[in-house]
T-cell receptor, first 115, second 112 residues
Framework: SAVISQKPSRDICQRGTSLTIQCQVD?????MFWYRQQPGQSLTLIAT?????????ESGFVIDKFPISRPNLTFSTLTVSNMSPEDSSIYLC????????????FGDGTRLSIL | DAKTTQPTSMDCAEGRAANLPCNHS???????VYWYRQIHSQGPQYIIH???NNETNEMASLIITEDRKSSTLILPHATLRDTAVYYC?????????????FGQGTILTVHP
């Protein structure tokens, strides 16, 4: 399976600032996804990062708050903008699942705390 | 998208088999059942998946009922390191292709 690296692994940020999270994969992948896991909760899909086009956002998530880039088939970034304490979460990227018979694989996430 | 129902928590003795059930009564004919687990402070780890037939790999076995409305993940010899949250997910197709919906999962605690 693909090796997925996320940077940073954790960060503590001040409210009102923005942070960009990077997701690097060791092989070309068609599909990349970004998830959020709030404290004590399960994972929620934020958006699908499409190479060469705009990301597709799920209900409750907007591009102004979570801009996403996908410049090539091995890399994506998620920015958490104008952060507030409610944005304190783990942010995870996943890759793969190109067909229904292919599993997605996840990075270990970025643990973000907003003061 | 097909929803899944899992028990909130389960216990298992170390060395014994852990059998984790999942109901997915609204699953469609071409949708797969996937199992992931999440150990504290890590991203979800893929375990196994299946469509109709029972599946086995080095980590676990997956038993899917004939009507496909439920399945059971079996960890044959649970260890303390298997303590985790286990998620049963139906892989959606169509416009929801690739978009996994995680429920609350089953917290499996393996005790000595």
């Amino acid at each position: 399976s693909a090796v997925i690296s996320q940077k940073p692994s954790r960060d503590i940020c001040q409210r009102g600032t923005s942070l960009t999270i990077q997701c690097q994969v060791d092989s070309q992948v068609t599909m990349m996804f970004w998830y959020r896991q709030q404290p004590g909760q399960s994972l929620t899909l934020i958006a699908t990062a499409n190479q060469g086009s705009e990301a597709t956002y799920e209900s409750g998530f907007v591009i102004d708050k979570f801009p996403i880039s996908r410049p090539n088939l091995t890399f994506s970034t998620l920015t958490v903008s104008n952060m507030s304490p409610e944005d304190s979460s783990i942010y995870l990227c996943s890759v793969g699942g190109g067909t229904l018979d292919q599993p997605q694989h996840f990075g270990d996430g970025t643990r973000l705390s907003i003061l | 998208d097909a929803k899944t129902t899992q028990p909130t928590s389960m216990d298992c003795a170390e060395g014994r088999a852990a059998n984790l059930p999942c109901n997915h009564s609204t699953i469609s004919g071409n949708e797969y059942v996937y199992w992931y687990r999440q150990i504290h402070s890590q991203g979800p780890q893929y375990i196994i998946h299946g469509l109709k037939n029972n599946e086995t790999n080095e980590m676990a076995s997956l038993i899917i009922t004939e009507d496909r409305k439920s399945s059971t993940l079996i960890l044959p010899h649970a260890t303390l390191r298997d303590t985790a949250v286990y998620y049963c997910i139906v892989s959606p197709g169509g416009t929801s292709y690739g978009k996994l919906t995680f429920g609350q999962g089953t917290i499996l605690t393996v005790h000595p």
